[in-house]
């Protein structure tokens, strides 16, 4: 028997129209024996590296793919009612070249050929061919499209097309969706009976083998129910609508004896999946850090060499004359920079600095891991003296633990919208993005959701998400372990509440929308859509990876976090307004660390608005500390949390 894999997969990032998560279904695929299995997301690439890294973990050959919509026309095309959506077609990478046109396709159809959908055209097709496979796709590709409603010479014409870009790597896709669910569609079965028999003599004539797919929205058999909420949450409607989208209920991942069963009559379409199987190559999608150009000024070798310049040039400004202690401390961090290919960061980021400030932007004194790196400090990148304060570069960088340095920066509101400018000017449009991020359900909204389009009571609604307990991350299946009462409602005899809580744990988790990030920035070396597929959102200027935070850095690519501080502006605003009334130009870093009055306003819990001091517990320990220098404030931020809180007293006390 040959192997059978599904090569026409939706996943959770088919935003409200799959509904099969990653990990599940990639459970789903090794208990039922199979090797392999295909992700085909509408339009985008979402998911890729969530289900490859996924799927090689579990000893699944990950196929990556997309269903991708090609324009009637041209991409230019944007006047006609045709032009709105596409002819659907399926395209699977079957090695790195592959992976790699599949990234540039998937980008080019977001940032040039958005249309009310994503669409590349033929021509864009042919440029990027070179290692995908391409199947015809559901009803909804253009060949079964002009079997069903245009002419047979025109399927011909539409094959005919798609055998000259990709040859050998082009077959014929069918599928069944026999049902006797009168509550499903029942009329996609003999259109794609009519559609088969087409494609069966197409197939002869041009020697075009076919294959056999299910179209995958959902896992299980099961979970049809489920989906379809998920389809009237997508579209608006409630479960009762009779003029709503239906599936058949046959779209979850069907065990290969099902599909043979289906297909008993041309086994063909079943055994001619084995082939695309073989024919796809394993390879990695991680890579090794890739930073950015840094253009070095004239009289230096590398950028090794300006960067150990610049840091001692810092140094001298910070400290004057060295101590020993100092140079071993810059000669250790350098070597390591060094060693782990990152002098590029450090220059990217203490240039963007400089021009930060002499644009007239507040720059926050630094934060986190960083703060430790003495380079960092003598470069400007941070303002806190790390070896004053003991703080350790080794938390920072460590060439026993490779990871991108990460760096958070902190600009006023107004200027990091002039510093990301400058950066865009300075690296070029093509190599700077925003990262995308992914807004699920969590228990409450699923339950809310569920509830909306089954028509439950809003009250009741009400009452079953307020169960949810408010700790954040809580799933279904924890609040029923906390909430016995919740529990009670998955047995009630109110079918419309049981089956809403039944629903509501499998769409749990399911993505919901996209969003940006509200500070994350990449830089690249060459153009972003060499590595990482790229889309376009609301309101963001710049283009956004479709990979999201989480998996940025493992493809190589630098990630940095440009933060707009509400604190920063009203420090700035606050030093203007001294500037104006009392004519006294206040120069921030100049503020002692031992400024008595600073002290007093701690000692007095007068800390409204100061980050990490504001809150009322807090109020009530620096009265009771009272608070004489800088090292008392640090000991609060780091015992103020859960665990060492209750040493505060004994601190104090001491």
Same mark, same amino acid.
């Given at each position: 028997?040959?192997?059978?894999?599904?090569?026409?997969?939706?996943?959770?990032?088919?935003?409200?129209?799959?509904?099969?998560?990653?990990?599940?279904?990639?459970?789903?695929?090794?208990?039922?024996? /199979?090797?392999?299995?295909?992700?085909?997301?509408?339009?985008?690439?979402?998911?890729?590296?969530?289900?490859?890294?996924? !799927?090689?973990?579990?000893?699944?050959?990950?196929?990556?793919?997309?269903?991708?919509?090609?324009?009637?026309?041209?991409?230019?095309?944007?006047?006609?009612?045709?032009?709105?959506?596409?002819?659907?077609?399926?395209?699977?990478?079957?090695?790195?070249?592959?992976?790699?046109?599949?990234?540039?396709?998937?980008?080019?159809?977001?940032?040039?050929?958005?249309?009310?959908?994503?669409?590349?055209?033929?021509?864009?097709?042919?440029?990027?061919?070179?290692?995908?496979?391409?199947?015809?796709?559901?009803?909804? +590709?253009?060949?079964?499209?002009?079997?069903?409603?245009?002419?047979?010479?025109?399927?011909?014409?539409?094959?005919?097309?798609?055998?000259?870009?990709?040859?050998? &790597?082009?077959?014929?896709?069918?599928?069944?969706?026999?049902?006797?669910?009168?509550?499903?569609?029942?009329?996609?079965?003999?259109?794609?009976?009519?559609?088969?028999?087409?494609?069966?003599?197409?197939?002869?004539?041009?020697?075009?083998?076919?294959?056999?797919?299910?179209?995958?929205?959902?896992?299980?058999?099961?979970?049809?129910?489920?989906?379809?909420?998920?389809?009237?949450?997508? *579209?608006?409607?409630?479960?009762?609508?009779?003029?709503?989208?239906?599936?058949?209920?046959?779209?979850?991942?069907?065990?290969?004896?099902?599909?043979?069963?289906?297909?008993?009559?041309?086994?063909?379409?079943?055994?001619?999946?084995?082939?695309?199987?073989?024919?796809?190559?394993?390879?990695?999608?991680?890579?090794?850090?890739?930073?950015?150009?840094?253009?070095?000024?004239?009289?230096?070798?590398?950028?090794?060499?300006?960067?150990?310049?610049?840091?001692?040039?810092?140094?001298?400004?910070?400290?004057?004359?060295? *101590?020993?202690?100092?140079?071993?401390?810059?000669?250790?961090?350098?070597?390591?920079?060094?060693?782990?290919?990152?002098?590029?960061?450090?220059?990217?980021?203490?240039?963007?600095?400089?021009?930060?400030?002499?644009?007239?932007?507040?720059?926050?004194?630094?934060?986190?891991?960083? =703060?430790?790196?003495?380079? =960092?400090?003598?470069?400007?990148?941070?303002?806190?003296?790390?070896?004053?304060?003991?703080?350790?570069?080794?938390?920072?960088?460590?060439?026993?633990?490779?990871?991108?340095?990460?760096?958070?920066?902190?600009?006023?509101?107004?200027?990091?919208? !002039?510093?990301?400018?400058?950066?865009?000017?300075?690296?070029?449009?093509?190599?700077?993005?925003?990262?995308?991020?992914? +807004?699920?359900?969590?228990?409450? /909204? !699923?339950?809310?959701?569920?509830?909306?389009?089954?028509?439950?009571?809003?009250?009741? @609604?009400?009452?079953?998400?307020?169960?949810?307990?408010?700790?954040?991350?809580?799933?279904?299946?924890?609040?029923?372990?906390?909430?016995?009462?919740?529990?009670?409602?998955?047995?009630?005899?109110?079918?419309?509440?049981?089956?809403?809580?039944?629903?509501?744990?499998?769409?749990?988790?399911?993505?919901?929308?996209?969003?940006?990030?509200?500070?994350?920035?990449?830089?690249?070396?060459?153009?972003?859509?060499?590595?990482?597929?790229?889309?376009?959102?609301?309101?963001?200027?710049? @283009?956004?990876?479709?990979?999201?935070?989480?998996?940025?850095?493992?493809?190589?690519?630098?990630?940095? &976090?440009?933060?707009?501080?509400?604190?920063?502006?009203?420090?700035?605003?606050?030093?203007?307004?001294?500037?104006?009334?009392?004519?006294?130009?206040?120069?921030? &870093?100049?503020?002692?660390?031992?400024?008595?009055?600073?002290?007093?306003?701690?000692?007095?819990?007068?800390?409204?608005?100061?980050?990490?001091?504001?809150?009322?517990?807090?109020?009530?320990?620096?009265?009771?500390?009272?608070?004489?220098?800088?090292?008392?404030?640090? @000991?609060?931020? @780091?015992?103020?949390?859960?665990?060492?809180?209750?040493?505060?007293?004994?601190?104090?006390?001491?």
């Amino acid at each position: 028997m040959a192997a059978f894999a599904h090569l026409h997969v939706h996943t959770q990032y088919s935003i409200l129209d799959g509904a099969s998560s990653i990990p599940l279904l990639i459970d789903k695929v090794k208990s039922l024996g /199979m090797e392999a299995v295909a992700i085909t997301d509408h339009g985008n690439m979402f998911g890729v590296k969530e289900f490859h890294n996924t !799927a090689a973990k579990k000893g699944i050959k990950p196929i990556i793919g997309c269903e991708i919509y090609v324009a009637k026309r041209s991409i230019a095309d944007v006047t006609g009612k045709e032009d709105r959506s596409g002819d659907h077609l399926i395209l699977l990478a079957k090695n790195l070249k592959g992976y790699k046109n599949l990234i540039k396709l998937i980008s080019l159809a977001w940032i040039k050929g958005f249309y009310y959908k994503p669409r590349i055209d033929k021509e864009l097709l042919a440029q990027y061919s070179e290692g995908l496979i391409a199947s015809s796709a559901c009803l909804a +590709g253009e060949i079964p499209d002009e079997i069903l409603n245009g002419t047979t010479e025109g399927a011909e014409a539409a094959l005919r097309s798609y055998l000259d870009i990709f040859g050998k &790597d082009f077959y014929l896709e069918i599928q069944r969706h026999e049902t006797y669910d009168p509550e499903a569609d029942m009329k996609v079965f003999p259109l794609q009976q009519r559609a088969i028999e087409e494609i069966k003599k197409l197939s002869a004539r041009y020697d075009v083998k076919i294959i056999a797919t299910n179209d995958v929205h959902f896992i299980n058999a099961e979970d049809a129910e489920a989906h379809d909420r998920l389809i009237c949450i997508n *579209t608006a409607k409630d479960i009762d609508d009779p003029d709503r989208l239906r599936y058949s209920k046959q779209e979850y991942l069907k065990s290969e004896e099902e599909m043979r069963k289906i297909f008993s009559d041309i086994p063909e379409a079943i055994d001619n999946v084995a082939e695309i199987i073989a024919k796809v190559e394993k390879y990695k999608l991680d890579h090794d850090p890739i930073m950015p150009d840094f253009d070095l000024p004239e009289g230096y070798k590398d950028k090794d060499e300006y960067l150990r310049y610049l840091t001692y040039k810092g140094a001298k400004e910070r400290w004057g004359d060295l *101590t020993p202690e100092q140079r071993e401390r810059i000669d250790f961090e350098l070597v390591t920079i060094a060693k782990m290919g990152f002098p590029g960061y450090f220059l990217i980021v203490q240039d963007f600095l400089r021009a930060a400030r002499e644009m007239g932007v507040s720059v926050g004194p630094g934060r986190g891991s960083a =703060a430790g790196s003495a380079v =960092a400090y003598c470069l400007r990148i941070t303002d806190i003296d790390p070896i004053k304060y003991g703080l350790l570069f080794e938390r920072f960088l460590n060439v026993d633990r490779t990871s991108m340095p990460d760096i958070d920066i902190d600009f006023d509101e107004d200027g990091r919208e !002039a510093v990301l400018k400058y950066v865009v000017n300075k690296y070029g449009r093509d190599k700077v993005a925003h990262i995308i991020t992914f +807004g699920s359900m969590a228990a409450k /909204m !699923a339950i809310r959701d569920v509830a909306r389009v089954q028509k439950l009571p809003l009250p009741d @609604a009400d009452r079953l998400a307020k169960l949810i307990p408010e700790k954040p991350g809580t799933t279904l299946l924890q609040a029923y372990n906390e909430v016995p009462e919740l529990s009670k409602e998955r047995e009630s005899s109110n079918k419309l509440i049981s089956q809403t809580l039944k629903y509501a744990e499998v769409l749990e988790g399911s993505i919901r929308q996209t969003g940006v990030h509200a500070c994350g920035v990449i830089i690249s070396k060459e153009p972003l859509d060499n590595y990482i597929p790229l889309c376009t959102a609301k309101d963001a200027e710049l @283009a956004v990876t479709q990979y999201d935070g989480s998996h940025v850095q493992a493809v190589g690519l630098l990630k940095m &976090d440009f933060l707009g501080l509400k604190t920063l502006s009203i420090i700035r605003d606050a030093i203007e307004n001294i500037r104006k009334s009392k004519g006294i130009t206040i120069d921030i &870093d100049s503020i002692p660390l031992d400024d008595k009055e600073t002290y007093e306003l701690f000692s007095n819990g007068e800390t409204t608005a100061i980050f990490q001091f504001e809150s009322t517990g807090m109020k009530r320990y620096l009265k009771e500390l009272r608070p004489n220098r800088f090292e008392d404030l640090i @000991a609060m931020n @780091a015992l103020y949390r859960p665990g060492p809180m209750g040493q505060i007293p004994v601190y104090i006390k001491n």
